[in-house]
């Protein structure tokens, strides 16, 4: 059986009953054996009273043919809200390999093992664990139901308190719970707020394969609906003339593909990038080497850390490599008023972040640092180019990557701007780097269920549109710059689908576009063989649905579909030597490993696994990572 992922379905019956006046309330629990000890994995929802659950919270594994894979199984009895295991009661468990319940030539199979006590040889029950290779779908269902004129239940006849329940079929007559609703108590006529389901989780992509929806006891009004009846088992049994108790009323049921921004970046939408620096003078005179854009030690220089790290991974996105540069709350000569969007350059835009960086190199002597910190009106330059118009056929977005030291002194008016600026196709990035506190900054966190509002005009914007994050001066050492960067990209992930989605715009026929890498520092590695610099190749490559970095343990499978999640996974562990980076979709060739530099179309540096771009020699990290691939 070849490698893939698996989800692993699990039901338990006859478990042993723990409490005294009431059933067990179980949950089960995985855990996976790593360097000899027994680490948790995940676990399922807690279902109340019941000795034979069936959870609809799955585990997902990798699965490697070759590779034993121990898995232990636990079940408690839930007794708390704590999520400290020591506080439940433990019910019993079982250990077996991944590869024990596969079967050759069968994609489902379901297993029952005995659930005990160690030392002790009584049953506590029985686990039913079902395994099925996953299909990849990015498709999802949206379902809004009802249900209708339920029976009464009880001695009492009383009005049931009621949930959906949705099954995927797993063997035979067998099917195996997946979803289900909040509960509406005491109605005969319940109404649940409208869900979403994976096609993967309802029917793992098999769209003739059975799907069960059951009505359980814990008026939607009229409209168009599909009706169905619900019948009762125990009425059939009995053989009574009438089986039916209800009807179940769907309202909606549509199924909507889950896009990415990678999809879109292959089919031809541009992700482009407007840069504004923060020359105020609380980062201190350009002659002072405690300034925050000193060029004497481009080390302690966060700001050209941020455009490498961060600016050069979105910069990626953009085949046409083309950046927007400026700067504000500063002087251009002796005398002049502070300008608050000062163009770098003369020219419309620079090529790549490396234009950036020599624009910041020729400018930055030439400022006279002043004040205060107006972001308004680059705010407003960003939204005079990014007021274009997006179709199907032609598919912009902007980013505008502001970097700044401190608090912004027009707060108000940068929320009025960003509130109007969410029906455009912008995202602000503000990114905060020196000592200062970034407290009052927090409140552009914002969630994508939670858009900005404007209290002063009472609106509030279309969708999120605008994250914060903090560029510490100890990123690079401790690991956390890498946890910037994917906290970053995914917000803007989610921002450009939600801005898509909005307006019904699904991704292009796929195309390749060539890039020069020698105008950035996006520089593909020569261990993906791919030609011309091509970036969308290594998109490509990085979207696997499985990827084997080595900066993981070399036990775990990782699943990963987005460029984020990759560098979520490099965030999570600090860096190694180069002796570690060993293989996958990371590999390091022998002159980046080594730490010597080499020459690459005219570029001159190294590899940096954690935003993927080549640093060339000089930069303000190169000596760091040199140091780094030789310990």
């Not at 903090?470 to 910037?484: E, M, T, Y």
């Not at 696994?609 to 780094?628: K, N």
């Amino acid at each position: 059986m070849p490698a893939g992922q698996v989800e692993l379905l699990v039901r338990c019956t006859d478990l042993a009953d723990l409490d005294i006046f009431t059933k067990t309330d179980p949950m089960c629990v995985l855990f996976v054996k790593q360097f000899g000890q027994w680490k948790e994995f995940g676990r399922t929802e807690a279902i109340r009273q019941t000795l034979n659950p069936s959870f609809t919270e799955s585990f997902l594994l990798d699965y490697e043919p070759n590779i034993q894979q121990p898995l232990l199984f636990a079940v408690y009895d839930i007794d708390s809200r704590s999520m400290d295991l020591r506080h439940h009661d433990f019910v019993g468990s079982v250990e077996v390999k991944l590869e024990d319940l596969m079967d050759e030539g069968r994609t489902l199979v379901t297993t029952a093992r005995t659930l005990r006590v160690p030392g002790d040889p009584r049953s506590r029950g029985l686990i039913h664990l079902t395994t099925e290779i996953i299909r990849v779908t990015k498709s999802k269902v949206q379902i809004h139901a009802a249900a209708n004129r339920l029976g009464k239940v009880g001695i009492l006849k009383r009005k049931p308190d009621c949930f959906l329940e949705i099954g995927r079929q797993i063997d035979g007559n067998i099917f195996h719970p997946v979803f289900r609703t909040e509960v509406a108590p005491k109605t005969r006529h319940p109404w649940w707020r409208p869900l979403e389901v994976s096609v993967q989780r309802l029917c793992n992509d098999d769209w003739g394969r059975p799907i069960q929806f059951s009505c359980w006891h814990t008026s939607y009004g009229e409209g168009h609906y599909r009706c169905l009846k619900l019948t009762c088992p125990k009425k059939e049994r009995n053989e009574r003339k009438h089986t039916h108790s209800g009807t179940l009323r769907l309202y909606q049921f549509r199924v909507d593909m889950q896009y990415s921004l990678l999809d879109y970046i292959r089919g031809g939408c541009l992700l482009r990038l407007i840069i504004a620096i923060d020359f105020t003078a609380s980062n201190g005179a350009f002659s002072d080497p405690l300034s925050l854009h000193t060029l004497e030690q481009l080390r302690s220089n966060q700001y050209l850390n941020a455009l490498e790290a961060l600016g050069s991974v979105i910069a990626r996105y953009n085949p046409e490599q083309k950046v927007s540069a400026f700067g504000f709350g500063a002087k251009p000569s002796q005398g002049a008023p502070t300008d608050f969007c000062l163009p770098l350059t003369s020219t419309e835009g620079v090529k790549g972040i490396k234009g950036v960086s020599e624009a910041y190199h020729s400018i930055v002597p030439t400022l006279t640092f002043a004040g205060p910190t107006y972001l308004a009106p680059v705010l407003d330059r960003a939204m005079a180019i990014a007021d274009v118009k997006v179709t199907q056929d032609q598919q912009f977005y902007y980013v505008l990557l502001v970097i700044t030291d401190g608090i912004i002194n027009d707060v108000e008016e940068v929320v009025k701007k960003l509130v109007d600026a969410s029906s455009l196709p912008l995202s602000v990035i503000i990114v905060g780097v020196g000592p200062s506190d970034f407290t009052l900054m927090e409140q552009f966190q914002q969630s994508a269920a939670t858009p900005l509002f404007d209290g002063s005009t009472r609106k509030k914007a279309e969708r999120s549109n605008v994250h914060f994050t903090a560029f510490k001066a100890d990123a690079l050492s401790n690991g956390s710059q890498a946890l910037v960067v994917q906290e970053t990209i995914g917000a803007l992930s989610t921002q450009v689908l939600q801005y898509m989605k909005q307006r019904n715009i699904s991704p292009g026929m796929e195309r390749l576009t060539r890039l020069d890498p020698t105008s950035s520092w996006v520089s593909p590695d020569d261990s993906f063989n791919f030609a011309d610099g091509d970036p969308l190749k290594y998109l490509n490559h990085i979207d696997a649905s499985r990827v084997n970095s080595p900066l993981l343990e070399t036990s775990t499978g990782v699943t990963m579909e987005t460029e984020a999640d990759i560098v979520q996974e490099l965030g999570r562990r600090p860096l190694r030597s180069g002796r570690d980076a060993g293989g996958g979709s990371f590999r390091l060739n022998s002159r980046q490993a080594s730490g010597l530099s080499g020459r690459q179309g005219g570029t001159t540096g190294v590899y940096c696994p954690t935003c993927g771009s080549c640093v060339e020699a000089g930069s303000a990290i190169y000596t760091e990572l040199a140091r780094t691939w030789n310990q």
